[in-house]
């Protein structure tokens, strides 16, 4: 069985940083593209950002304007999305999502990902 689980999110002052960790398990780590996606109450899910399955590509939702940075860990079967730079604005439940074995494209796409975390919450507030 598929797990993935989120952790390393909390209340963090604008301007501030955080590190958030996506452990996987029960799946072949390696072969799988990985995202980040965010919700803010009332607004429809969001790409942040994904890591190809090689990791030889990574990509951003426009908003990140650099702030943001992806990675990965195929020794540790974990993801990683480094946030600096918070805003207000960013405030969401951040959730990780893996593609299927060997997928390539469309990352930004929330309904070809296969497998999501319960996600964990961010909150930027002074």
């Known amino acids: 069985q598929v797990q993935l689980v989120e952790s390393g999110g909390g209340l963090v002052q604008p301007g501030g940083s955080l590190r958030l960790s996506c452990a996987a398990s029960g799946l072949t780590f390696s072969r799988h593209p990985m995202g980040w996606f965010r919700q803010a109450p009332g607004k429809e899910r969001e790409f942040v950002a994904a890591?190809?399955?090689?990791?030889?590509?990574?990509y951003y939702g426009d908003f990140v304007k650099g702030r943001f940075t992806i990675s990965r860990s195929n020794a540790l079967n974990t993801v990683y999305l480094q946030m600096n730079s918070l805003k207000p604005e960013d405030t969401a439940v951040y959730y990780c999502?893996?593609?299927?074995?060997?997928?390539?494209?469309?990352?930004?796409?929330?309904?070809?990902?296969?497998?999501w975390g319960q996600g964990t919450q961010v909150t930027v507030s002074s």
């Open positions: 890591i190809s399955w090689s990791s030889g590509g990574t």
């Open positions: 999502a893996a593609q299927g074995e060997y997928f390539s494209g469309r990352y930004s796409q929330n309904g070809l990902y296969v497998y």
